[in-house]
């Protein structure tokens, strides 16, 4: 009698793809918020309408279009999953002459999308990560009101490794930037049940 193990290392290589993958969320409302430097917890109260400007990318980026990505994923989120939190939110490169307008602009400063397939071979090898800084301004004053670094690394070895890549990274991001403006107008989670 001859004992296989592949189903089982199947299934406990699943389970631990999902256990890591659970760590972030492209869910805004679940998001951790990104860390402000010491702005005021609802330095955006007065706030009505957000204006987000594509990121710039690193001028080596083989794909320019991530910036664009990434302004265009915060934007969805603020727009949908806070509630009426604010007026507007619309994409624009400058301020649209509204009362109580505040402008969200970033830079990418690192965009190295990696390999899945390396990642899959050895853990660390074929690494992912994607860094930068997010700011927001007042546009009347052009006074800042938050800054805040973002910085993902993704370099699992295995399945786990190879099931996320660039494109995960850039809506976990987006989603901890929306959730920091968010909290930053003062929006807070509704109490579980």
Not at 5 to 17: K, Q, T
Not at 22 to 49: E, I, N, Y
Not at 57 to 77: H, L
Not at 143 to 153: I, Q
Request: with cysteine.
């Amino acid at each position: 009698m001859t004992v296989t193990l592949r189903g089982p290392l199947l299934a406990l290589a699943a389970c631990a793809a999902l256990a890591a993958s659970g760590c972030t969320t492209t869910d805004s409302t679940r998001a951790k918020s990104l860390k402000t430097g010491g702005a005021p917890a609802t330095a955006m109260s007065d706030c009505q309408h957000v204006t987000i400007s594509r990121f710039a990318m690193p001028a080596r980026a083989k794909d320019g279009s991530v910036g664009a990505e990434f302004a265009n994923g915060i934007q969805a989120r603020l727009a949908s999953d806070f509630g009426p939190l604010f007026e507007s939110v619309e994409i624009g490169e400058q301020a649209r002459g509204l009362p109580h307008e505040c402008l969200v602009r970033g830079v990418i400063t690192k965009y190295k999308p990696g390999s899945r397939v390396a990642r899959a071979i050895l853990i660390g090898l074929g690494a992912a990560s994607l860094e930068g800084n997010v700011t927001v301004t007042d546009a009347a004053s052009g006074g800042v009101l938050l800054t805040a670094p973002f910085d993902k690394l993704w370099a699992w070895g295995g399945i786990v490794g190879a099931s996320k890549g660039m494109k995960d990274m850039v809506a976990e991001t987006s989603a901890s930037v929306a959730a920091t403006v968010a909290h930053a107008k003062g929006w807070n989670a509704p109490a579980a049940n």
